[in-house]
C-alpha cells in the first residue's frame, strides 16, 4: 500500500493488538506497523466478529470496519525544491483547510505573497501590484498569470481590501477561495522552484557526460 506519510508504496506487516472491549460477537483491535521507507507508524482500528482463543479474541471471522485512525489525514506533499519557510506556510494552509477556511486562506495568501517577494522579484505594497510585478518580471505561463488575477478576484478583495494589504490576517472567505490558493501555489511552486531545479540537475547531467567525452560543456 501507499504511506500516508510518505507516498512510497510499500509493504506493511501489521501486527493486532485486540482491545479488551469485547462481547461474543464483536471485537476490536489496533493494527499497527512502521512504514519501513518513513519510519512513521500507521495505525488501523478494526472491528469485527470475533473467534476466541482460551476466551479472548484470536482472529476475526468476518471483519465489519477497517479505518486508518494514525496519521488522521494524507499527508500533504510540497515539493522539495520548494524552500522551508514557504514549504511550512504551504503544508499549514493546507492541513488547517478542513477545519477553517479562512485561516488556511490567511497562510496561503500570505505564502503567496512571500514567494512573489522574495523569490519572484515582485515589488509593491500590496498582494494586487505584486502580482503585477511578478507577472512582468517573471513572464510566467498565461494559466499562471490568470490563476494570479483570479485570486483578487475570487477572494473578492474590493470588499476585504486587508486581504489586499495584510496577507496573513483571518478574514471571511468566499467559496472556493482557500482551495483556489493552494491550486495557484502549487502552480507557482512548479514554474519557480521544481521546473528551474529539474532543468538544473539536467544541465548538470548533461555536462558530465561531455566532460567524460571530452567535449565542451553547456553553459
Ligand atoms: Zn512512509
Redesign the pocket.
Known amino acids: 500500500m501507499i ?6 508504496g ?1 509493504k506493511f506487516q501489521f501486527q493486532r493488538v485486540f482491545l479488551k472491549a469485547h462481547t461474543n460477537d464483536e471485537a476490536w483491535a489496533a493494527d499497527a506497523d ?7 507508524v ?1 495505525i488501523n482500528l478494526v472491528s469485527g466478529h470475533p473467534t476466541f482463543s482460551n476466551g479472548v479474541p484470536a482472529m476475526f471471522s468476518t471483519t465489519v470496519l477497517n479505518t486508518r485512525v494514525w496519521p488522521k489525514r494524507e499527508t500533504v506533499f510540497c515539493p522539495v525544491d520548494v524552500p522551508e519557510e514557504i514549504a511550512k506556510d504551504f503544508t499549514e494552509a493546507c492541513n488547517v483547510l478542513p477545519i477553517s477556511a479562512q485561516a488556511s486562506a490567511a497562510l496561503s495568501r500570505r505564502c503567496l505573497q512571500h514567494v512573489l517577494v522574495s523569490y519572484g522579484g515582485a515589488t509593491g505594497g500590496d498582494l494586487q501590484k505584486q502580482i503585477e510585478n511578478f507577472i512582468s518580471a517573471k513572464n510566467p505561463p498565461s494559466y499562471i498569470a490568470e490563476q494570479l488575477h483570479a485570486v483578487r478576484q475570487i477572494g473578492n478583495f474590493a470588499a476585504h481590501p486587508q486581504k489586499d494589504t495584510v496577507t496573513g490576517e483571518i478574514l471571511p472567505v468566499e467559496p472556493g477561495e482557500a482551495e483556489w490558493n493552494i491550486e495557484i501555489l502549487q502552480s507557482i511552486f512548479d514554474f519557480q522552484f521544481v521546473k528551474p531545479a529539474q532543468q538544473a540537475k539536467r544541465i548538470k547531467e548533461f555536462n558530465e557526460k561531455l566532460k567524460a567525452a571530452g567535449k565542451p560543456q553547456l553553459i
Open positions: 504511506c500516508p506519510h510518505c507516498n512510497v510499500v512502521r512504514c519501513p521507507e518513513c519510519r512513521k500507521v
